[in-house]
């Protein structure tokens, strides 16, 4: 017999659109979240709205977030991983380990560390990694106080809704973002992030519309322009004097004194050149996680070249090489906000349409 429960593994947007979607057709749902807290990568990102919304779509995981909690058809496991699974589509069991008994003080108390449920379905929601970017040491992350990934940038507005020079606090008058640091790269990954030009662009504007007297240059290779909207964005960008764009990849980041001093290639000129910034932020692509690895091993799930999960086609995007185990979000590959909710439904729908046939 078909058991009609799902499992969703990953709290971040993806897992918990596909949850709410299942919940509200009625069907039961347990989420197991590794982290403490739910909301994933999104849940620490910062609003990009300057005098107006940038439609950056970060808020979009806040009324989620209460929703999926209050859910009574959803049961969300933190501190927790999926450690076992037998069975087929229609009818998995799946072991658990960690705050099995959710959030609920009372039942938490009982302190079982190992629980087992039985699924119909499941869908995987793990999200994403970003680049390590000291396997670019010619950036000087790690080195200099001064240079910062995006995400890190991302965490530090989310937090104080402010940015200063973090090596003394300095105000900001000239800001470099260097585009592609480990995608696009044959000797990391070849794959676009398609994320990292729209939300490298969104932040500078917010740093403009706090320093208007900050200059911002972003150093790309080749601009990605997709997403509803993000083009007339880029064209509008392209018209502002506060906003450089120079086509060239940076061979160097080093610094004398207090300046950060980017090195390289016009290549219009054909000239080696060099400017100086205050800080230097690297916007780092879009990695599969560890846990990529370990979840196939554990369901037998394929990986595409790029070590994403293996999808059906195009045009199915949550379905894998094992019938009943759906995909959600950025764990199937690189997506922006929109795209990942867009795709975590699709799932939804897919597992309920397993359910339904397979009853
Ligand atoms: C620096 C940066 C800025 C960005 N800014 C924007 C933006 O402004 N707008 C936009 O549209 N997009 C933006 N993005 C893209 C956005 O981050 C993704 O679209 C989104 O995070 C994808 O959501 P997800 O749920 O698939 O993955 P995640 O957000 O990574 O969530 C995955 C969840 O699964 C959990 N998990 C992982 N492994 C396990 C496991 N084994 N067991 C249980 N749980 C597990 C994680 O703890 C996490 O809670 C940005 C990305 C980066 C890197
Ligand atoms: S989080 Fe993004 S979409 Fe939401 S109000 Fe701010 S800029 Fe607009
Ligand atoms: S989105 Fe932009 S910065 Fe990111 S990998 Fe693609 S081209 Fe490079």
């Not at 779509?57 to 450690?83: A, F, P």
């Not at 940038?153 to 470099?176: C, M, T, V, W």
């Not at 706090?210 to 392209?238: C, H, N, S």
Request: hydrophobic content about 35%.
């Amino acid at each position: 017999m078909t058991n009609s429960n799902t499992l969703v593994i990953g709290c971040g947007i993806a897992g918990i659109t596909s949850a709410l979607e299942l919940a509200k057709m009625g069907y039961k749902v347990y989420m197991v979240e590794k982290n403490t807290n739910i909301g994933g990568k999104v849940a620490s990102f910062c609003c990009k709205a300057s005098s107006q919304c940038n439609k950056c779509s970060v808020c979009l995981i806040t009324d989620r977030m209460v929703e999926v909690r209050d859910h009574t058809n959803i049961q969300i496991m933190t501190d927790s991983e999926v450690i076992a699974i037998e069975g087929k589509g229609g009818d998995f069991t799946v072991k658990v380990n960690g705050n099995v008994n959710g959030n609920d003080p009372e039942e938490s108390s009982k302190k079982d560390n190992i629980k087992s449920l039985s699924v119909g379905t499941i869908i995987v929601a793990i999200g994403i990694d970003v680049f390590e970017p000291r396997l670019a040491p010619q950036y000087g992350y790690g080195k200099y106080k001064n240079v910062m990934t995006a995400l890190e940038l991302e965490k530090f507005i989310y937090k104080h809704d402010s940015i200063n020079r973090p090596s003394d606090g300095a105000q900001l008058k000239r800001i470099a973002f260097i585009q592609c640091v480990g995608s696009r790269n044959i000797h990391f990954n070849k794959y676009c992030s398609k994320v990292c030009c729209m939300y490298a662009t969104k932040l500078s504007e917010w740093i403009h519309d706090r320093i208007p007297d900050a200059d911002v240059t972003i150093f790309y290779m080749d601009f990605q322009t997709f997403g509803k909207g993000f083009m007339e964005l880029y064209d509008r960008y392209t018209n502002e004097d506060w906003i450089t764009f120079i086509r060239s990849k940076p061979a160097e980041v080093y610094q004398i004194e207090d300046d950060l001093y980017v090195r390289y290639e016009d290549t219009i000129k054909g000239e080696i050149v060099e400017d100086t910034f205050d800080i230097v932020v690297l916007s780092t692509g879009i990695t599969p996680k560890k846990d990529h690895k370990s979840i196939a091993r554990l369901f037998g799930l394929e990986l595409d070249v790029d070590g994403f999960f293996s999808c059906q086609s195009s045009l199915e995007t949550a379905r894998t090489n094992i019938n009943g185990v759906f995909l959600a979000g950025g764990c199937q590959s690189p997506k922006d906000i929109s795209e990942t909710i867009s795709q975590a439904s699709l799932a939804a729908a897919d597992a309920a349409l397993f359910l339904e046939r397979a009853k």
